[in-house]
């Protein structure tokens, strides 16, 4: 839809959601906020569609031997479980739902540098998630999500193509996202907003798009290769053709890896901002927690034989691969610093949003802490492929990505809906959410210490006591989610109207209405201050022409 007709009869300028409310107009908006909702939509209903496989397979693991689901269906499970929470939920979650939102508004830009392209990302989202979709109607996939050859290209059974189609053309989505924002984030910033001035989500955008632009062509190309084995038989990954079934770990880990950051430097991005709102005090280190992005983002790239330790790669290949992991480390291990440096000089509060980052911070630092027991090469040979390493990955996926995208999301909840949430119940949904999640995924470490193998159906008794620990801490974080899609829902009905600037917070996305009309700014902001200016006072950027009132919805 068109950026003019902000005029109305009154002259009050109308919201990016009440303006024109057709079916059409949304499916047809170029307007990054609205295709920033298409997004949260989808993704919710991934969300729950993975969340659902997960339960019922949780179900079946409370007994030892298998009660409830064949052996089939439960691979069949894990693995949808795995491909939907993967790649049509939490890859695209934070850039395609709050970066699309914010990365214009944060920047003082009217839209993305490429609004059609960003509409045509999320078609090609959905297709991307129909196939996929798809390939679990007609059957099911079986292969786990990285569809390890030679299992995937010769023997599955299973419906590999679609799936693999499916996350191969959702990638196509991720890329013209990750262009949209280097491009918009490089030519489109207001007047004064100089590099080091960005909000620190900003940076994170930046990073994350390096590593979509240079990581995601390699796995598209290896998802094409085992299409290419599949129907052709190659031999590119047969030993009997004179393929290598090792190349195709080292083409997906390549990809994989880096993966995680994608995955996780956005929720460090929106950390950044919450720590600093809800202690009220400049970021400590700005630049250093800036640069470290890139850094991540940089030797992402380098550590990816860390997945291949009992690969069979050579010794020497193993220890610099564990070497190179331990310097990930590094740069994220300055930014934990730098916020907790805020924090201690700052004064902080426990608004939801702050509660999530510090979910963030306890359970991202476990899954990182116990990602060193994975990275040592001694300790790996012991852990790998046990529920160690499933404890570990949920520990930094779900409870680094996700609480970051919920303490986002609700940070933000009110400048997209322009309503607020009931604080009291997020307070609530949030420490059951946590409680749920340790009580989840901590026995799992015990589990995979003991030596129970992932991706089993079927166990030695003695560990049934921690899976049936885990099954009923999943209850209880299913029950937390659920609880915040109701008063999230409920809020959109019901909620109070939002102020403009909710949290006193600082950045341009507080400087417009809530929800920000559609050309987000009604006058072009100039920008006189670097980001976090808590010591000054609110609306020091510029004022807009005329005023929007407060907490405007038509
Ligand atoms: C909400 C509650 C969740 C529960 C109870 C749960 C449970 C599990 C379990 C038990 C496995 C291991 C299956 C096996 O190896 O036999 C697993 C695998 C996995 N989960 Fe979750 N999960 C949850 C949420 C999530 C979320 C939110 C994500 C990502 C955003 C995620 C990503 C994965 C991945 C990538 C695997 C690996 C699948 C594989 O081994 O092939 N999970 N999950
Ligand atoms: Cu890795």
Redesign the pocket.
């Given at each position: 839809m068109s950026h003019a007709a902000l005029a109305t009869a009154d002259d009050t300028p109308k919201s990016y959601l009440s303006n024109r409310f057709s079916i059409q107009s949304w499916l047809f908006t170029v307007d990054h906020k609205r295709i920033a909702i298409l997004y949260l939509i989808s993704l919710t209903v991934f969300?729950l569609l993975?969340?659902a496989a997960?339960?019922i397979?949780?179900l079946d693991?409370m007994t030892p031997q298998a009660d409830l689901l064949q052996s089939e269906t439960?691979n069949k499970l894990?693995?949808m479980?795995?491909i939907v929470?993967?790649f049509f939920?939490?890859v695209p979650s934070i850039p395609a739902v709050l970066g699309n939102f914010l990365v214009p508004i944060m920047i003082g830009a009217k839209d993305v540098a490429f609004p059609k392209l960003n509409l045509l990302s999320w078609y090609v989202f959905m297709a991307g998630g129909l196939l996929a979709l798809g390939a679990i109607v007609r059957g099911g996939v079986d292969t786990?999500?990285?569809f390890y050859t030679p299992y995937s290209s010769m023997y599955a059974n299973s419906h590999v193509i679609l799936a693999v189609a499916g996350a191969f053309i959702a990638g196509f989505s991720s890329i013209m996202t990750a262009l949209n924002f280097i491009v918009t984030i490089h030519k489109m910033r207001a007047p004064g907003l100089t590099w080091f001035r960005l909000p620190l989500f900003i940076w994170a955008m930046y990073a994350t798009s390096l590593v979509v632009i240079l990581g995601t062509p390699v796995v598209a190309i290896t998802l094409v290769m085992i299409f290419i084995e599949r129907f052709f038989g190659f031999g590119l990954f047969d030993p009997a053709l004179g393929g290598d079934p090792v190349l195709f770990q080292h083409l997906f880990w390549f990809y994989s890896h880096p993966a995680v950051y994608i995955?996780i430097l956005p929720s460090m991005g929106v950390v950044s901002e919450l720590v600093s709102c809800f202690s009220r005090r400049r970021l400590y280190g700005y630049t250093f927690v800036a640069f470290s992005s890139l850094a991540i983002a940089v030797i992402g790239f380098f550590v990816w034989g860390h997945h291949m330790f009992v690969s069979s790669q050579s010794v020497y290949a193993g220890l610099i691969f564990s070497f190179l992991t331990f310097f990930v480390a590094i740069p994220t291990a300055i930014k934990i610093l730098n916020w907790i440096m805020t924090m201690y000089k700052g004064s902080v509060s426990f608004e939801t949003p702050m509660l999530y980052a510090y979910g963030f911070l306890g359970l991202f630092t476990i899954g990182g802490l116990t990602g060193l027991f994975l990275s040592t090469l001694a300790t790996d040979i012991h852990l790998h492929d046990t529920?160690f390493v499933?404890a570990h990955?949920?520990y930094v996926?779900?409870g680094g990505?996700?609480m970051g995208f919920l303490g986002g999301l609700h940070f933000w909840w009110p400048k997209i809906t322009g309503r607020m949430y009931p604080e009291g119940w997020a307070k609530f949904a949030a420490i059951v959410i946590f409680v749920g999640f340790n009580l989840?995924f901590f026995p799992?470490f015990q589990l995979g210490y003991h030596g129970m193998p992932?991706?089993?159906?079927t166990y030695a008794e003695e560990f049934q006591i921690l899976h049936v620990m885990?099954?009923a801490?999943?209850s209880v974080?299913?029950a937390g989610?659920l609880i915040m899609a109701g008063y999230m829902i409920w809020s959109l009905f019901k909620g109070k109207r939002a102020p403009a600037n909710p949290w006193d917070a600082r950045g341009l996305e507080w400087e417009t209405s809530s929800p920000p009309p559609t050309e987000n700014f009604l006058t072009t902001p100039v920008v006189t201050q670097e980001a976090y200016a808590y010591d000054k006072p609110s609306v020091t950027w510029v004022p807009t022409a005329h005023p929007i009132p407060e907490g405007h919805r038509v």
């Open positions: 969300f993975g969340g997960a339960a397979f949780r693991l439960y894990f693995t479980h795995g929470m993967i939920f939490l786990g999500w990285t995955m529920y499933v990955f949920h996926m779900v990505g996700v989840t799992q992932r991706r089993y159906h885990s099954t801490g999943a974080l299913g989610y």
